[in-house]
């Protein structure tokens, strides 16, 4: 069984005990978060597509902890200005572990 999730307008793929990370949720490590914005669960061969949710379903996850990922450089150059900017960024990340997933009743 899995679920496609919408979270951080991003969509994630996610099965029961997956580890993923995702834009920084306002939990704290070891408390459980509940995701609803479910837009796909599949058990076996049943497919549930939701239009733009599945009604009902929702997917548990337990916070593992909350860190930052890895630095990326931004360099912006114009040519023939003696112009350039060099700057970073490191996105703050929740990771969590998936626990259950409900399809709709």
Do not use: C, W
Not at 3 to 17: E, F, L, M, P, S
Not at 51 to 60: I, Q, Y
Not at 65 to 84: A, D, E, H, M, V
């Amino acid at each position: 069984m899995f679920a496609v999730i919408r979270t951080g307008g991003k969509q994630y793929k996610v099965a029961k005990d997956d580890i993923i990370s995702v834009e920084r949720l306002n939990a704290e490590a070891g408390s459980s978060v509940t995701l609803d914005d479910v837009l796909m669960v599949q058990s076996g061969d049943a497919a549930t597509v939701g239009k733009p949710t599945v009604a009902g379903a929702s997917v548990s996850a337990e916070v593992v902890r909350q860190g930052r990922g890895p630095k990326l450089t931004i360099f912006k150059k114009r040519r023939r200005q003696n112009s350039r900017r060099k700057g970073g960024h490191r996105q703050d990340l929740t990771f969590l572990k998936i626990t259950d997933i409900q399809a709709s009743a």
